[in-house]
């Protein structure tokens, strides 16, 4: 694959090693979700871990539920685009093993968005709004063709 070592200078970061870069740690969200949730702006939480999108969103949607998600949402952090290119990872698979860069989903009614990002934003933390809940079951992966370019 790479002929890369942990040791090695990162790819995307030479300011760190790859292994570094690679065993960074999961963020915790809970100071800045926490205003939110006392407001009771969301509905549901989903910590997007092992199961990617595909495994962890559906857990905390009602029954007769689904989402799609888009990812021309957010810009796709370097470490994940090196791992599908020297893994030869497609992105479905992507989708279903790792969080590509956003590590919490928050399920918010349309009456209460606005507020909820001003919410989370106000507590520094960056918000994109990645998909929707929609009938069905499951979770559609939209737009993956963007990972690739």
Same mark, same amino acid.
């Given at each position: *694959?790479?002929? @890369?070592?942990?040791?090695?200078?990162?790819? =995307? !970061?030479?300011? $760190?090693? @790859? #292994?570094?870069?690679?065993?960074?740690? %999961?963020?915790?969200?809970?100071? %800045?979700?926490?205003?939110?949730?006392?407001?009771?702006?969301?509905?549901?939480l989903s910590h997007i871990?092992?199961? #990617?999108?595909?495994?962890?969103?559906?857990?905390?949607?009602?029954? #007769?539920?689904?989402?799609?998600? !888009?990812?021309?949402? =957010?810009?796709?952090?370097?470490?994940? %685009?090196?791992? *599908?290119?020297?893994?030869?990872?497609?992105?479905? +698979?992507?989708?279903?093993?790792?969080?590509?860069? $956003?590590? *919490? $989903?928050?399920?918010?009614?349309?009456d209460k968005l606005d507020?909820?990002?001003? %919410? $989370?934003?106000?507590?520094?933390?960056?918000?994109?709004? /990645?998909? +929707? /809940?929609?009938?069905? +079951? #499951?979770? +559609?992966?939209?737009?993956? !063709?963007? =990972?690739?370019?």
């Open positions: *694959m790479s002929g @890369l070592e942990y040791s090695s200078s990162c790819p =995307w !970061d030479p300011s $760190i090693t @790859l #292994g570094a870069a690679l065993l960074e740690p %999961t963020k915790i969200y809970v100071k %800045t979700i926490l205003p939110a949730i006392r407001k009771g702006l969301l509905k549901g871990t092992g199961g #990617g999108f595909l495994e962890n969103i559906p857990r905390v949607l009602p029954s #007769g539920t689904g989402c799609y998600i !888009d990812a021309r949402a =957010w810009g796709l952090p370097p470490v994940f %685009t090196w791992l *599908m290119k020297e893994g030869g990872v497609q992105p479905l +698979e992507m989708s279903r093993t790792f969080n590509n860069g $956003i590590g *919490m $989903i928050l399920i918010v009614g349309r507020e909820a990002i001003q %919410t $989370i934003q106000a507590s520094g933390e960056r918000v994109y709004k /990645v998909g +929707e /809940v929609v009938a069905g +079951e #499951g979770v +559609e992966m939209r737009n993956l !063709d963007a =990972w690739s370019s």
